[in-house]
């Protein structure tokens, strides 16, 4: 017989201690290093990918496309033809970035040649790592993978990782913390859009970048090539949220969100209470708008590991510090982007004491998803996402939102019932 | 053959959710194949080509606005550019203030407001308990508007809101006035020293409008569920207000209105009556059968409790003459929206030994199956007609059918209403019953109401009975001298 009376101030208890660890989180981005070199286990013909676990049978088409593009890059296939072939033949190794201390983009392809992010939370000791943000249009994390794909990807390896990461060891690493506090008050929300932190963050790189990058033609290329892309800091807020709420993981009894993923084919989430278990149902369409010569019978279902940046209250969440990204599926104003962040609030413990909204009188974003909450209000997480063709190879072709799908927070709360004794 | 279009607005910016707001409206215009306005960085040129949507003289650079359309023909192109420039310098919609962002549940609730201190549930009876449970742990004094509430949960509720010294006013708790504001189904009444403790929300409505006819004012009103009183409940929540009321300084008088109580909570009562410092009116509606002690009254009528409570009764005595007699039947059919309000009318019957039948009978009077040559009462308010329905107060067209039923039944000859206005119930009450009489046509039967407001209220009594009058509607100036007055017209009969 479970003592049920006791178990709401324990689980009180679980969530304060689980809100109190994210909330202290101390991202700084401090270094860029190949894939092999921080994840011992990533060898060749390893695959990580976005999302719960899913084999190649399963896989949407973009993600099938990008598998196709890595294998080339890697060198482990001649061409696309021959790396499907690989592929359905279970010549690579696939596992979902989340259990290895990373998170990737869309499809979120993770290599062993490809450099990552750095990002370490200095309240918890932890590393979280994600790809470097390939630029917008036709690029691996939405699918593509034709050559020029593959050569931007070389450049990356080649050329801007190494420089950022020099870059980054020479000025001691950029606290996050306080760039994202003044992203929300410049309009980002961090995941559809980052123009200020990717702009506030070239702003404090360039100088150690021009220290590091002896060739003026080299270092105008890669300020060009942040410059010009809006999303260059999406990558960088994934991983500063994994690396925020990797320690929020098992704790006992807790019932707070740690993850929300997406393959393309399932959503999944974990909670803090039951450790690495994933919770999945079938993802869902986004709605949004789309990019000249598409439309939604083009777009592939819901995916990428960016809904960690949802998780730790920012995206769909901070969408009232980001009214232009309502617009994707309304009319865009204040007072709806307000609305969805409300709503956010009732199903999330906590607000952060630096991550304000300014139209909200200073507000903290709401933080800290509880599975009980969405479950009673019937209201699940609002993502904002980008949308992929869902053939492989063609890439992004709009954007949007999308809600998370109520049956994962269903299973993730009975099983903790189970686990708490209570049928 | 297709023409593309291009036109270059240099120097523009807008934002890329705007224009792909605006593409999106373009591209729904008959006889455009595509169409997009895009700022001409060199990554958007791509998709623009990829799209077919470049004219190849087309010059623009990343700075530069960039409007593009395919369309059938020229005529069509142009008046797309024409569109795409309107939809540009189309002004910012003001809709900011249309959402109010209300809170969604109790939790956020308590966030926006950390000074509440009550919380008004009133949700499908399955989900009450469990919303209630959370006010309570929030610390909040509960009323449940709810019903089919079951007893257990009732039980549980009001143990715990003892525990903690809070208060659960309900379930089916229609009514309250709590220092004077109003809350679900209640009346404008004035303020004054007399408190009233009630079952039933009906039962609170017609006495603190008799009492504000008579001149007088109520402190506070107070529903506490119709089965506080049982032996099951043990009269938890009245005890409670019984407690509070006692310390209260703006009560002078209480009025408790209840049915017979439960022989193991009458004890309860009488004792803290006995012991208090305050006068009481006891107003059981059904039973004289009650010892009180030396400062309680007992009435079984609403209309005597509210004379006994007040300090001058003359303005609760006068009684109309019945203008109509009925002509056919010698049955009267009472039609009733609130339960206590059934209630009295069978005392009223009783008290003149006329047997009666109800669905929710008083002692003495039979419960009513399906025998019609009887005097017959039915709360239409209670828990069997309104599980997913509305409420007769709030919905009149629920009593519709009942009443042309009985208008037509040659065994009737009065039919009995109530009608209940003030706070909650439906605008115009009266007006719907004349809508229904007119359309009904004059039949035998004499159609007798009384209306239980005040001129105060957003629906104004004088002008509810008015309406009712031109309708050919006896109106008695309470419920239970409706009743008298059906009575007076079977004797004339």
Redesign the interface.
Known sequence: MVDTAALAPAIRRANSKALEILLQGDPVLIDVVPAKDLIPELKEHTILHAGPPIEWDRMCGPMRGAVAGVAVFEGWARDLDEAGVQASKGCFDFHPNHHFSAVGPMTGLTTCSQPLLVVENRAAGNRAYCTVNEGLGKVMRFGGNDESVRDRLAWIRDSLGPALGSALQCCGGIPLRPLVARGLTMGDEMHQRNVACSSLLLRELAPALASAVADHSDLSEMLAFMGSNDQFFLNIAMAMGKSIMDPVRNIEQSTVVTAMTRNGTDFGIRISGLGDEWFTAPVEMPAGLYFPGFSAADANPDMGDSTIVETIGLGGFAMAAAPAVAGFVGAGSVAEAAGITARMREITLGEHPEWTIVSENYQGVPTGIDIRLVVETGIVPTINTGIAHREPGIGQVGAGVVKAPMACFEKALRALGERLGIS | MSVTVNIVRAGVFL?S??L??I??ELTAIQGVE???L?MA???NW???S????LDEDTMAG?GDLLV?VRAQDQAIADSTLQRAAELMERPA?Q?????E?R???L??ACRQLPDANLALISVPGDFAGAEARKALRAGLNVMIFSDNVSLAEEISLKREARDLGLIVMGPDCGTAIIDGVPLAFANVVPRGDIAIVGASGTGIQEVSCLIARAGEGISHAIGVGGRDLTEAVGAISTLTVLDWLERDVATHHIVLIAKPPAPSVVDQITDFIRSSSKSYTVCLVGSDDLALPDNAKLTTTLKDAAAAAVKNSKGLEALPVVQQAPAAGSYVRGLYSGGTLAAEAQVVFLSHRQPVLSNVPVPGAGLFTSERANHIMIDLGDDRFTRGRPHPMIDPAVRDEPICAALSDPDVGAVLLDVVIGFGAHPDPAGHLAGLLDRHGRSGSVVIASVTGTDEDPQVRAKQVSVLERAGVVVAPSNADAAELALAGLKIG
């Open positions: 934002d959710v705007v792909m707001q593409s999106r595509d169409a997009a895009m960085t060199p990554a791509d998709i623009l990829d799209a077919g949507l990343p593009a919609q809709n900011n203030t249309s959402q962002l809170p969604l549940t939790r956020s």
